[in-house]
């Protein structure tokens, strides 16, 4: 629900007294109008927020154009799709390894003093990786400079959410400011791989590896630079030892369930490939990927602009659900146009889980381990992208599309049958922290 604003109709007394003052009428005041205002304007208008928001959009470029832009480097250089497969492998196991590390360092220690020595080691892993591809140099320099980028990169998107709870104490605003980068997530996933292959495929192949190199240093450095709004770190306690995030249940439910949901997006990317292909319109399917984003972005705005009542964990296990209903429907999908309908559908149901997920942690968590649980869940997420484009790249060779699309069924089924049968641990553990 948008913030309302009331004006001040206060009178301001007279400086000068009358020399026969009479008695004024007690005159009932008029209530103020009221004004309703974008509640994304609202939370942008909170100091800092908009320069570090935006500074995070750039600094999470890379991460939808690394991984894309390494095999069409590779390939391009090297003349193998096997070799640069296992590259671009490395470098997203070694990010999946490395970001929560990196993320319980700056809970402990701040974001600027631990990642600006790990955005210099990042800018060699990738200028190191395009170096040695540039010069033919052998293969073995690849995985080395691929394991260095991805195990420094870190995770911004968590970053900046530990931000916004940091500069945000109100339920309703947190509410919309998750939403608002969960909408960003998808404009840097729609825009990054378009950019990339359009660069590596008409200019030169390793051009695509330059830009998220450059957006890296810019974004990184502009989003670190800005010390204001960045959280205390809160250090360890010495009592004991120090427990991951991971242990934490309602943290461990989202992260199996988001690994289920990146299989849905990692199938579902290759099979709309394949579908396309099949349907002899090939080149549009980079569009018709867009049209599933675009599905969750529209729901991400119109989701974060209103203020729910229901619990949170309710609307996690409502969005799932629906979304395992959605994907259902790419079995009944026979031609280009029905599938484009059938993913802006699905995709309404996107954005607004990812926003109850990480919230869902945000809840759970202590604050010192924040950005180390919102950490966790993003690297489920690439996890489930990875398996589930594999799974999926192996039945479409060997049933079509549509073999791909049963994958996206399955991991759909998946994550739905998890969610409802953690639903007890999603409401004990919330309401206790909410409580």
């Known amino acids: 629900m948008p913030e309302t604003l009331t004006r001040d109709m206060s009178t301001t007394p007279s400086t000068s007294p009358s020399p026969n003052p009479s008695p004024r009428p007690n005159v009932a005041k008029t209530p103020a109008p009221t004004r309703r205002r974008n509640p994304y304007t609202a939370v942008l208008a909170v100091p800092g927020a908009l320069r570090f928001s935006a500074a995070a959009v750039v600094a999470r470029l890379p991460m939808s154009m690394v991984g894309i ?23 997203v196991v070694a990010q999946a390894l490395g970001s929560p590390q990196l993320a319980r360092l700056v809970d402990r220690y701040g974001q600027r003093r631990v990642m600006l020595p790990m955005l210099a080691a990042t800018t060699l892993g990738l200028a190191g990786l395009v170096i040695t591809a540039v010069t033919n140099a052998p293969e073995a320099l690849l995985y080395v400079f691929a394991v260095i980028a991805g195990a420094t990169a870190g995770s911004y998107g968590s970053m900046v959410r530990a931000r916004w709870s940091n500069v945000v104490d109100e339920p309703r605003r947190l509410h919309t400011a998750y939403s608002l980068e969960s909408v960003l997530d998808e404009v840097v996933f729609v825009i990054g791989p378009v950019t990339v292959t359009l660069l590596a495929t008409t200019v030169t192949p ?55 949901l990146g299989c849905v997006f990692g199938a579902t ?84 889980t990812l ?73 004990r553990r919330t309401t206790r922290a909410a409580a």
């Open 69 to 91: 832009g390494t095999v069409l480097m590779i390939q391009g250089m090297y003349g193998s799709y096997a070799l640069a497969g296992r590259v671009s492998a490395a470098l």
């Open 206 to 260: 390793w051009s695509g590896l330059i830009l998220p190199l450059v957006a890296a240093v810019v974004g990184g450095l502009w989003f670190l630079s800005q010390r204001s709004t960045e959280p205390a770190p809160i250090p360890r306690h010495t009592d004991g030892p120090h427990r991951s995030a991971l242990l934490n249940p309602v943290v461990a439910v989202v992260c199996v369930v988001f690994v289920a």
């Open 269 to 352: 990317d290759v099979s709309t490939i394949a579908f396309a292909t099949e349907h002899g319109v090939r080149s549009a399917s980079g569009a018709m990927l867009a049209v599933f984003a675009l599905g969750s972005f529209t729901s991400g705005l119109l989701y974060g602009a209103r203020h729910w009542r229901s619990a949170l964990w309710k609307r996690f296990v409502i969005g799932m659900v629906l979304l395992a209903v959605g994907v259902s429907l790419f079995q009944l999908a026979h031609s280009v146009p029905v599938l484009l309908v059938i993913m802006f559908v699905t995709g309404l149901a996107i954005a607004p």
């Open 355 to 427: 926003v109850n997920g990480n919230a869902l942690i945000q809840q759970a968590v202590e604050p010192g381990q924040l950005t180390e649980g919102l950490a966790w869940a993003g690297t489920a997420l690439g996890v489930g992208v990875s398996v589930g484009s594999a799974i999926a790249g192996s039945r479409i060779d060997a049933a079509g599309a549509h073999g791909g699309y049963h994958v996206v069924l399955a991991a759909g089924v998946l994550a739905v049958v998890v969610t409802l049968a953690t639903v007890g641990v999603l409401r």
